[in-house]
């Protein structure tokens, strides 16, 4: 599915893997959490740790887990689905 804005075409999906900026809602406790996270890894020498790349690893990890999304209807039903999903693995 392609989108025009004006006279350049926007792919509904990138065609390129490179990053690209995107913004989260999260909570102060989300981002704490991101955030220690990706300090504890620098002191264990990933010295590029960031909550960006926490972030991109839990979703390729969600990609992974085949999540049932058939009965989703909200964000505590989707943390189930995610639950089981990963729970099976």
């Known amino acids: 599915m392609t989108r025009q ?18 913004h989260f809602w999260l909570t102060d406790e989300d981002i704490q959490f991101t955030d220690d ?11 590029r740790a960031t909550r960006s790349a ?7 990890l969600l990609r992974q887990a085949n999540v049932d ?13 995610i639950q089981q999903a990963l729970s099976q693995h």
Do not use: F
């Open 37 to 47: 996270w990706a300090y504890q890894l620098r002191r264990n020498g990933w010295q």
């Open 69 to 81: 999304l058939a009965d989703v209807s909200d964000e505590a039903a989707l943390m189930r689905a």
């Open 5 to 22: 804005t004006g006279n350049v075409p926007l792919e509904a999906k990138p065609t390129s893997s490179q990053p690209r900026q995107t």
């Open 54 to 60: 926490c972030m991109r690893v839990m979703i390729h």
